[in-house]
């Protein structure tokens, strides 16, 4: 099984490939280095790999390398995403963090993928999103929360199985850039941000939309617990 995750920057995508790195005697490529293609890895194990959007490469040339048997596109709000990303040096690495949006849109609007998995469902723990990975054919269950597998032993357990990831670990791939701060459902909450919302729906008009209706569904159900 090879499955793919294709992601935003600061999306929360390399600690949901860490999550989906529980699996065990999994091989986890938490973060493709944004310079090269996600790898033909050639391992008898499981693989699950993610890379983040650019303009050097599409998600098209990430599937041609990895071929993998299914395709993930981890989505999360883009306010929250532009305003975490800003403030990183990689923002305009690689291409410009507008044309970085601009790319994502497109290639969200373009479909081709098996599953859009959400940030928020992920985090929030939301009714559904353990079947949904489930139903790629990637076992997941609810212990791999709690992230019992750390980051050292996925390290040493790739290095052993793929002399690529071996002699590219720190160089081709790494770990991306997980918080200590485990996974709380408050990551999940609406950012009041207008200005970069008004931003972003320029860059992302697609995506956005698609956000709105989210939140507005989101609102509807709050409301109908709350009476």
Same mark, same amino acid.
Request: charged residues 20%; hydrophobic residues 45%.
């Given at each position: ?78 306010? @929250? ?5 800003? &403030? ?6 690689? $291409?410009? %963090?507008? =044309?970085?949006?601009? *790319? ?56 052993? @199985? ?5 002699? &590219? ?6 770990? $991306?850039? %997980?918080? =200590?701060?485990?996974? *709380? ?43």
């Amino acid at each position: 099984m090879r499955l793919l995750i294709y992601a935003m920057q600061s999306s929360g995508a390399s600690t949901f490939c860490y999550f989906l790195g529980q699996r065990p005697d999994s091989v986890a490529v938490i973060d493709v280095w944004s310079r090269g293609v996600t790898p033909p890895i050639e391992t008898a194990f499981p693989v699950v790999a993610k890379a983040t959007v650019n303009m050097i490469l599409t998600a098209a040339d990430h599937i041609a390398s990895f071929v993998p048997d299914r395709k993930i596109l981890f989505v999360r709000d883009p306010v @929250a995403v532009y305003a975490s990303l800003i &403030h990183y040096p990689y923002a305009n690495r690689f $291409g410009a %963090i507008e =044309d970085k949006f601009a *790319r994502f849109d497109a290639e969200f609007a373009g479909g081709g993928y098996d599953a859009i998995v959400r940030y928020e469902d992920f985090v929030a723990r939301a009714p559904g999103f353990l079947r949904q990975i489930n139903a790629l054919g990637w076992p997941c269950d609810a212990t791999f929360y709690a992230m019992p597998r750390s980051i050292a032993a996925i390290q040493r357990f790739n290095d052993a @199985a793929s002399p690529w990831l071996a002699q &590219h670990n720190g160089d081709g791939w790494g770990v $991306g850039n %997980i918080k =200590d701060a485990g996974i *709380r459902r408050e990551f999940a909450e609406r950012l009041d941000l207008p200005q970069v919302a008004e931003k972003v729906a320029a860059l992302s008009p697609n995506l956005c939309r698609d956000y709105q209706a989210f939140w507005s569904a989101a609102s509807s159900l709050r409301s109908i617990g709350a009476e």
